[in-house]
């Protein structure tokens, strides 16, 4: 479970990231989060595995709060969240089955991850998990011969390796196209079901988030402005969130190619 | 802001450069020229009978130097492949050292500003002493020998390198980093798995060029004391023995050329 509670962030050069943010998240729940940008999903996002630190508030994570942690606590804390990243994240130069092997590196003494001597279960763990996103057969390949689709399911396969709790995932789709957004979404969303890992999205596509959501949080201006079922979503609710009237260009569309 | 605008809309086309930069461009231009003149005029007064004269010297010197007697090659084998030597052990140590400096001096690996600038200085100040400044104190410390040449090489490559290859980890792409760090890999971790494969290439190219640099500079450190074949050739100047001392440089350089030429090849293969 994660729990924001009053939680504030001001970035050093006096930037209000977020303003007093009270949220709630529970095990197994597939949350997007929407909002224009600069809204704050990324901040949002970030602070879980305290990639930045909120100023203000307090931010419990399986009933802890995460804001004190430093050195290997905080290691300790993001071995159990994994995330994806808009451009992947990967190291070009590396094959694939290094890259997955990386989301062990939480999990594995400094001594064997730099010779290489991972265990026999992690190797097969890697393979497993990039099995589930049918990218197996590129095991040898160089990350950087892959398309982007590929890439984020590697990087994808890299998070599954990692056997997380948490699953942030910050605008995955940004650099897709249509029907490559879809797979990758669809992989996701099959992963927090099978795996009851708690997932939270930052997307920019309405229809997207309409799609893969059970929850939606809208934010404008650092700001929860929305937060509620998919049920409970219309298009004028992100009206409300967008405080402008929806355009084409927040359409991601394909839905049917995939 | 509004000037700006209103004299672009008046149809004058701005120039490429500020006409600040323009001026100090052309100042700088020609206090160069300036140097370069007075120079030339200083150098021609110095030469007793200027440059004609020295060109006939030369041409005198230079026939003493033939033919080489390269009976000598089996003599001087030895020092040329302790020159080598020198050159290979000082090249490594100075990789191994590099390494830690070179991350230490990387703005975007090391963020403790105060310890960053610290590396800086302290690779900027070693930057700056010539390596026959280094190879004349470390002779003057140790006495004659390859050891002080080993030194003072390893110090002068350091400079280099960790120059070089702290500049090369700062174009890392830095988003596989993050990834790292954000799954719970420590410090060491995120540098072995995130940055080593972005910067190995560059890192051995870099090696391979600072190691022809120092066969060179172990040649010409010879020259001042420490060991190998400059010392040598110094020695064979000094008796103006000129024919053994040619048939030194012959073999110098075909044994710069032919490892340049390797090393080359290897980096040419590796980029
Ligand atoms: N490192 C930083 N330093 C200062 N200000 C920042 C920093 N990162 C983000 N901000 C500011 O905080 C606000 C929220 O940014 P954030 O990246 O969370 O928005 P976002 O909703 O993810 O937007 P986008 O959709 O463009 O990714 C913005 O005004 C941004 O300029
Ligand atoms: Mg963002």
């Excluded at chain 2, 064979?236 to 490892?259: D, H, K, R, S, T």
Aim: hydrophobic content about 45%.
């Amino acid at each position: 479970m994660i729990e924001f509670k009053d939680i504030g962030l001001v970035y050093p050069n006096g930037t209000e990231g977020l303003k007093n943010i009270n949220v709630t998240i529970n095990d197994g729940e597939f949350v997007v989060m929407v909002g224009l940008s600069g809204a704050g999903k990324s901040t949002f996002i970030r602070s879980i595995n305290r990639l930045v630190t909120p100023t203000s508030g307090s931010l419990l994570i399986d009933d802890e709060d995460i804001l004190s942690y430093r050195g290997s606590d905080l290691r300790k804390l993001r071995t159990k969240i994994g995330m994806i990243f808009q451009n992947y994240n990967l190291v070009k130069r590396s094959n694939v089955l290094k890259n997955v092997l990386a989301g062990r590196l939480g999990h594995t003494g400094t001594f064997r991850s730099i010779f290489n001597l991972y265990k026999k279960e992690d190797v097969g763990l890697a393979y497993e998990s990039l099995k589930r996103v049918n990218i197996d057969e590129k095991l040898y390949n160089r990350a950087d011969e892959l398309s982007g689709g590929q890439q984020q399911r590697v990087s994808i396969a890299r998070v599954l390796t990692q056997k997380p709790k948490y699953i942030l995932a910050d605008e995955p789709v940004a650099s897709l196209d249509p029907p490559t957004s879809h797979q990758v979404m669809t992989y996701l969303k099959k992963i927090n079901k099978e795996d009851n890992i708690t997932t939270i999205v930052n997307l920019h596509f309405i229809d997207m988030a309409m799609e893969y959501a059970d929850r939606i949080i809208g934010m404008r201006a650092g700001e929860v402005v929305f937060d509620g079922p998919v049920s409970e979503v219309s298009e004028k609710t992100f009206e409300e969130i967008y405080g402008r009237t929806i355009r084409e260009d927040d359409l991601r569309g394909g839905a049917n190619e995939s | 802001m509004t000037k700006q605008s209103n004299s672009l809309s008046q149809g004058t086309t701005p120039p490429i450069f500020p006409v600040k930069t323009k001026i100090q461009v052309t100042v700088i231009f020609f206090v160069v020229i300036g140097v370069y003149l007075f120079s030339m005029f200083w150098t021609q007064q110095q030469m007793v009978g200027g440059f004609g004269n020295a060109i006939g010297n030369m041409v005198v010197v230079i026939e003493k130097f033939f033919p080489p007697n390269l009976s000598i090659l089996p003599a001087i084998w030895d020092p040329m492949a302790q020159t080598i030597q020198m050159a290979i052990i000082a090249t490594t140590v100075a990789a191994v050292l590099t390494v830690p400096l070179a991350l230490l001096s990387a703005q975007n690996i090391t963020t403790f500003k105060p310890l960053y600038y610290f590396t800086r200085t302290l690779l900027n100040i070693l930057r700056t002493i010539p390596d026959l400044v280094l190879a004349v104190v470390f002779v003057g410390l140790f006495g004659i020998g390859l050891f002080p040449g080993i030194i003072a090489l390893i110090i002068f490559s350091l400079g280099i390198l960790a120059k070089l290859i702290s500049e090369t980890i700062e174009a890392v792409d830095m988003n596989p980093l993050e990834a790292m760090r954000a799954s719970g890999g420590n410090i060491l971790q995120v540098i072995f798995y995130g940055l080593v494969p972005q910067v190995l290439p560059q890192f051995t190219s870099f090696v391979l060029y600072v190691f022809e640099i120092n066969i060179r500079a172990s040649v010409v450190l010879g020259l001042v004391g420490a060991g190998g074949i400059g010392l040598v050739l110094d020695q064979q100047l000094g008796f103006y023995n000129y024919p053994n001392a040619m048939a030194i440089i012959v073999l110098i350089f075909v044994v710069v050329l032919v490892i340049e030429y390797i090393s080359n090849k290897l980096r040419e293969a590796l980029i």
